[in-house]
């Protein structure tokens, strides 16, 4: 009866967009026979045939349905008058406040052995947003953190780490030298922590956690971190998964969820047929299990990607020779 009011906004975007999302949802239908979805556009060709990246139809059907799919989209290389990046458009518009990133070690990616991490990151405030200024020989930049989005994301880390079984929650931040500021973050993770006495939490100053994400990252279960060094640590942590062709991602409010694989439009096999949807795949796995908390399908889903690549069948970037299509038909033989 749930399953009837499952929808899912398909948002391709351009270059392998177009290839990695069509497919990824093939699978998921066999998962979710009654899943329905609805198309809409975003992009740099959106944005040159209807002069807007992320056009008001679109964000209405993002909003109805609540649960996106966001592929991929070109931007341009030089500023373009008018043109504003709709995924963080999309992102602000239905307040996902926190963006989860896993790290896994999958067979054939070349991944380290051992690895089950989960990044989850600030998505509204901090340095990230860009608030600058300058006379030209002194420029500041506004960091600026609030309570309220510091319990908020903090609550979605612990939430998800109840959910998803796990242990531990390490507590990211530079309070030695930021106090304030990142002393705010700290001490409304420690208040939220309070209320999950089940899983244990530690603390790592920034520039450690790097060090021990690159010694070993086997080490870490789920990180919570402010904005900006939760950008720079997933992509660390991505370097030890297999690269962009399988890392996914989910941007999760209260409202809305958008599942978002973490690699662009890719020009330069786009068109080809090639692209790798695991990253696809992985990142409806992420909307199934923490928006439509549908956790035994979302484990199906990754074993039968598991599956697929244990068995030698892979993507031209993953060193195989299968097709997207062909690797999704693969997925799909060995769901349960
Ligand atoms: P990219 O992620 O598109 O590609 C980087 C490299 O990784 C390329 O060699 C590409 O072939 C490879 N790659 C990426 N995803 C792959 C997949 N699924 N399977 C196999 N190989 C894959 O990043 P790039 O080249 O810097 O940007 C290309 C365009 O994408 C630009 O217009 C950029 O602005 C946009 N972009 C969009 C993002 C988004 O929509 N969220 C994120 C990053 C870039
Ligand atoms: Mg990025």
């Known amino acids: 009866e749930r399953e009837q009011k499952m929808k899912l906004c398909v948002i391709s975007g351009d270059g392998i967009g177009r290839e990695v999302v069509p497919q990824a949802v093939r699978v998921l239908h066999r998962l979710l026979p009654a899943l329905q979805t609805v198309t809409a556009d975003a992009g740099w060709d959106t944005f040159r045939q209807q002069g807007t990246a992320l ?18 989209v070109s931007s341009p290389a030089y500023p373009v008058v008018g043109y504003r990046s709709p995924i963080v458009q999309l992102r602000r518009e239905l307040g996902c ?9 999958l067979p054939g990616s070349g991944a380290a052995e051992g690895i089950d991490l989960l990044i989850v990151r600030e998505n509204t405030e901090d340095l990230y947003v860009g608030e600058e200024q300058s006379d030209g020989d002194t420029a500041t930049a506004i960091k600026r953190i609030t309570r309220a989005a510091s319990r908020r994301v903090a609550e979605t880390a612990f939430r998800l780490a109840q959910d998803g079984g796990r242990r531990r929650v390490t507590i990211v931040h530079k309070a030695n030298i930021m106090p304030l500021t990142d002393g705010l973050f700290r001490d409304a993770a420690r208040d939220v922590a309070a209320a999950y006495p089940q899983i244990a939490v530690d603390e790592l100053l920034v520039d450690t956690a790097a060090l021990k994400l690159a010694q070993a990252p086997q080490g870490f279960d789920v990180l919570l971190a402010p904005n900006l060094y939760g950008d720079i640590l997933s992509d660390l942590a991505a370097a030890f998964g297999g690269g962009l062709g399988v890392a996914a991602s989910l941007n999760l409010g209260s ?10 439009s890719a020009p330069d096999i ?51 020779d299968a097709s997207t299509a062909a690797f ?9």
Do not use: K, M, Y
């Not at 406040?97 to 070690?105: C, D, E, G, M």
């Not at 409202?255 to 662009?264: F, L, M, R, S, T």
């Open 55 to 72: 056009p008001a139809a679109t964000l209405a059907a993002a909003r109805d349905c609540g649960a996106v799919l966001f592929g991929a």
């Open 97 to 105: 406040h926190a963006n989860v990133r896993p790290t896994l070690s």
């Open 255 to 264: 409202e809305a969820a958008i599942a978002e694989p973490v690699h662009g």
């Open 270 to 320: 786009a068109g080809r047929g090639i692209a790798n949807p695991v990253a696809a795949l992985l990142s409806l796995a992420l909307l199934l299990r923490h928006w439509w908390a549908q956790p035994a399908l979302a484990a199906s889903l990754e074993q039968a990607v598991r599956r697929t690549l244990a068995d030698g069948i892979a993507t031209p970037d993953l060193g195989g």
């Open 328 to 336: 999704c038909d693969a997925v799909l033989v060995r769901l349960d």
